[in-house]
Nanobody
């Protein structure tokens, strides 16, 4: 089970940190990712991290967003800086247990587990 925390409403230029807590049995090999979905748009991959702590980012978000994890807490984070109105979306965490992150990490169907999502709203 995955659960996200930390969404909210902020002004343009501000920061937020999202958390995703995983509960239950966690395999030693995994790829976990953050996705987001804006109204009327498809769900898109934001960043991913695997059990080796290797990270991958969507090209358009490199430099502003940072993904990290605390294995001891079964928690993944997404630090979002310099937020823009176009970052407004529901943010989801997802997990693919049994595999490291691959080039296909942005494919939604690759992930077996999803959180319920947390709303991030950025106003100008």
């Amino acid at each position: 089970q995955l659960e996200e925390f930390g969404g909210g409403a902020v002004q343009s230029g501000e920061s937020l940190r999202l958390s995703c807590v995983a509960s239950g049995y966690i395999k030693s090999r995994y790829c976990m990712a953050w996705f987001r979905q804006a109204p009327g748009k498809e769900r898109e991959g934001v960043a991913a991290i695997d059990s080796h702590s290797d990270t991958i980012y969507a090209d358009s978000l490199k430099g502003r967003f940072t993904i990290s994890q605390e294995k001891a807490k079964n928690t993944m984070y997404l630090q979002m800086n310099n937020l823009k109105p176009e970052d407004t979306a529901i943010y989801y965490c997802a997990a693919d247990f049994g595999y490291y992150c691959q080039n296909s990490w942005q494919l939604v169907h690759q992930y077996d587990y999803w959180g319920q999502g947390t709303q991030v709203t950025v106003s100008s």
